[in-house]
């Protein structure tokens, strides 16, 4: 009886909605057109930054993904070993990084990924790390 209560207890708080921040959805909605990036938990806006995507002659790819592995520390392989700090990769070797080209932000100007402000990034990449990343969901729309 008592393991019949506790199980009826939590699929209540379940149903109610009452599950814990760690199980929270993560949600980074990429706007190619606005150049901007808005974070949502839980369905509720905590961050909009600005980004920079793929200018012109390369593509950031439109869709949604979950994410699939962070690095720290990422370098590209692809592009002369240039610096990827904070990375969320979601597609191939798409992802959501830091950049040091500030000035950029706001406008096109990747070879495909998202750039943010590396304290953006760093945010994101600590949020993606906390909720999980299979709770961590990135659309790119136009």
């Not at 909605?29 to 839980?42: A, D, F, G, Y």
């Not at 905590?46 to 520390?73: E, I």
């Not at 904070?86 to 990747?110: E, M």
């Amino acid at each position: 009886m008592k393991y019949l209560y506790a199980w009826a207890l939590a699929l209540s708080l379940v149903l109610s909605g009452a599950v814990s921040a760690s199980a929270a959805n993560l949600v980074a909605k990429i706007s190619l057109s606005s150049q901007t990036m808005t974070v949502t938990q839980n369905g509720v806006v905590t961050y909009r930054w600005k980004v920079s995507t793929a200018r012109k002659g390369y593509v950031t790819p439109q869709g949604a993904w979950k994410a699939k592995w962070l690095s720290r520390n990422h370098r590209s392989r692809k592009y002369n070993n240039a610096p990827m700090p904070y990375a969320v990769f979601y597609n191939g070797g798409y992802a959501v990084h830091a950049t040091f080209d500030l000035k950029r932000l706001g406008r096109p100007a990747s070879h495909g990924c998202v750039r943010l402000h590396p304290d953006h990034a760093a945010t994101f990449f600590s949020l993606a790390r906390q909720n999980g990343l299979a709770n961590t969901r990135i659309v790119v729309t136009n």
